[in-house]
């Protein structure tokens, strides 16, 4: 069988799959168009947010058996479509859901203890200390939205302290030891710091808007680490500049390309530049889940499924 890896990852996905038996090509540069003239050479093929497998794609791709996404989601993909075809979609959440888990408890602590101003202002030598008295974790209820790998994950950092974890999931009966399964609205009447832990599907697109946050009981504290389009920006704004929302951790933006490289290819919109402006706003640039350790085990990922289903 040929693969085509379309993006870099760690070495050990083409080294493993060389020893397994697997002819393995690597197109890191051409363009999908060129691709997509090749690609029915290919009985599988490796990406990560090159660019969105499509149907015009996936019917170039004649003998194409799967599709390796080296990451969490599908949504670049056209899954029904695939799966009409009868492509196998392989994906690896298991390979970076302990570093998405650390990374939401690394923003919240870093908000309720004012880290990132503190640090700022020391080194501009200011010391200010009653105006950088944090807040505690314990007594507080922590609700999740999604409750799969990820939401699993933060759960389960969440053990060392004495706090609540709630979750809403549109799957029934999935709780654990770790978190208790709730309605939206119970979520929504205890919920003090709200954590997003779904994928890009109609369903949680635009999902964090003006109407969904005034139905919270009481303002809260906001971490999305899971896909920028869940989040409405302008909303958000609007929603910390009432005090509706108390903070926000934001790992990935509603601006991100698909193939969540660069942000803004024109003129910065008015609500990031809040953002970028608030002492109670942390971003970083959609690397919740990119640690050294999670790009070795989202590579073992893919190798060990390709193992299982084609060797």
Request: net charge neutral; hydrophobic share 40%.
């Amino acid at each position: 069988m040929k693969i085509l890896h379309l993006d870099t990852n760690h070495p050990l996905l083409i080294n493993q799959l060389n020893t397994l038996g697997f002819t393995n090509d690597e197109d890191y540069t051409s363009s999908k168009d060129t691709i997509e003239k090749i690609i029915h050479e290919y009985d599988g093929f490796v990406i990560r947010s090159r660019f969105k497998i499509d149907r015009q794609f996936l019917d170039a791709a004649k003998h194409l058996k799967f599709i390796g996404r080296v990451g969490a989601g599908l949504e670049n993909i056209d899954c029904d479509y695939a799966t009409q075809k009868g492509i196998k979609l392989i994906a690896a959440p298991e390979g970076n859901r302990n570093a998405v888990g650390e990374h939401s408890l690394a923003m919240l602590l870093s908000l309720f203890n004012k880290l990132n101003k503190a640090d700022r202002e020391v080194r501009q030598g200011k010391w200010q200390r009653e105006d950088n008295r944090g807040l505690e974790l314990d007594g507080k209820t922590v609700g999740l939205i999604g409750y799969g790998n990820m939401g699993k994950a933060f759960a389960k950092k969440l053990r060392g302290f004495d706090v609540d974890v709630i979750f809403y999931d549109i799957k029934a009966n999935v709780g654990d030891e770790n978190a208790k399964q709730a309605s939206l609205q119970e979520l929504k009447d205890r919920t003090d710091i709200l954590s997003l832990h779904t994928p890009e599907t109609p369903l949680t697109i635009n999902m964090v808007n003006s109407e969904f946050i005034k139905g919270f009981k009481k303002p809260f504290w906001l971490i999305n680490t899971a896909r920028g389009k869940s989040v409405v920006t302008k909303d958000l704004v609007s929603a910390l500049d009432k005090g509706l929302i108390l903070g926000a951790g934001l790992d990935v933006l509603e601006y991100e390309k698909s193939s969540f490289e660069n942000l803004f290819t024109n003129k910065m919109p008015e609500a990031f530049k809040y953002l970028i402006s608030a002492d109670n706003v942390i971003l970083t640039p959609h690397v919740a889940g990119w640690t050294k350790e999670s790009k070795e085990k989202l590579a073992q990922t893919i190798v060990d499924k390709i193992k299982a289903d084609f060797c």
